[in-house]
């Protein structure tokens, strides 16, 4: 395990990339989202590529009170706040902490706490970020092992693990699905992914969105961004079982 997740003696920090104070993308309403540095997984298609380090020169080292200031300076205008990364369940003692204190400060109290992870995170990380978590969105890369171990590293049964624990916990808020042309684009893995999420999580919104090679890494530049026409398919496949009234796509 990462040194990331180690618990401290006194009072946990954070390693952060970035924050962003207003976004309308990452969670339901005007969201505060934290970037936190570091991740479990080598995805080939990252649109985030400089949080996956676990260490940079770039990324700056947070107390819980000094990103509640922040939060607290322009929670007037926020309907909640997201933690991302990179994975923010490799910091999950200091998530945990910040959420508490978001929870509890008068200020930011009525603030909804979002988790976006991929879900490489085992029931003890779990226990600790659920109870102070209002919804966790999943990004679910690929249902096939084989085609998640060729995008990201490795393979998905930790991920599907998280995904039946959150639904059964009333916490799985989204599932996301990026969809990333020559990888997990074909009409019958989208059609099994679908009738997968229809048995494991019926009734969650899923998210279809359709790769992009802004951002990425230089071995990824070379990936076509799909058509609307194709991510309209793409989301149509998955939709015939989960329902369209579920799915979006970007």
């Not at 808020?173 to 229809?198: C, I, K, Y």
Request: hydrophobic content about 45%.
């Amino acid at each position: 395990m990462s040194d990331l997740a180690v618990v401290e003696d006194v009072e946990p920090t954070g390693l952060l990339a970035d924050v962003v104070r207003f976004s309308w993308v990452d969670g339901p309403g005007n969201r505060f989202t934290a970037f936190l540095q570091g991740c479990n997984l080598d995805c080939i298609a990252c649109h985030n590529p400089h949080t996956m380090p676990m260490r940079t020169p770039l990324a700056r080292r947070v107390t819980v009170d000094d990103l509640l200031d922040e939060v607290r300076a322009v929670a007037a205008f926020l309907s909640g706040v997201t933690v991302s990364g990179g994975e923010a369940t490799l910091q999950a003692p200091f998530v945990a902490a910040w959420f508490a204190a978001l929870r509890e400060d008068p200020g930011t109290a009525r603030l909804t706490r979002f988790v976006d992870s991929n879900g490489c995170a085992d029931d003890p990380v779990w226990d600790l970020l659920l109870p102070v978590t209002d919804g966790v969105m999943l990004d679910l890369k690929a249902l096939d092992v084989a085609t998640h171990r060729e995008m990201t590293g490795l393979g998905n049964a930790q991920v599907l693990h998280s995904l039946d624990r959150l639904y059964a916990e009333e916490r799985l808020a989204e599932v996301r699905l990026l969809v990333v042309p020559g990888h997990n684009d074909s009409e019958a893995a989208l059609r099994d992914t679908g009738a997968d999420l229809a048995r494991h999580a019926p009734g969650i919104p899923v998210k279809v969105i359709g790769f992009r090679p802004h951002g990425v890494r230089a071995a990824a530049r070379h990936i076509p961004a799909p058509t609307p026409e194709q991510r309209t398919a793409y989301a149509a496949w998955v939709a015939d079982a989960v329902g369209a009234d579920l799915v979006t796509v970007v």
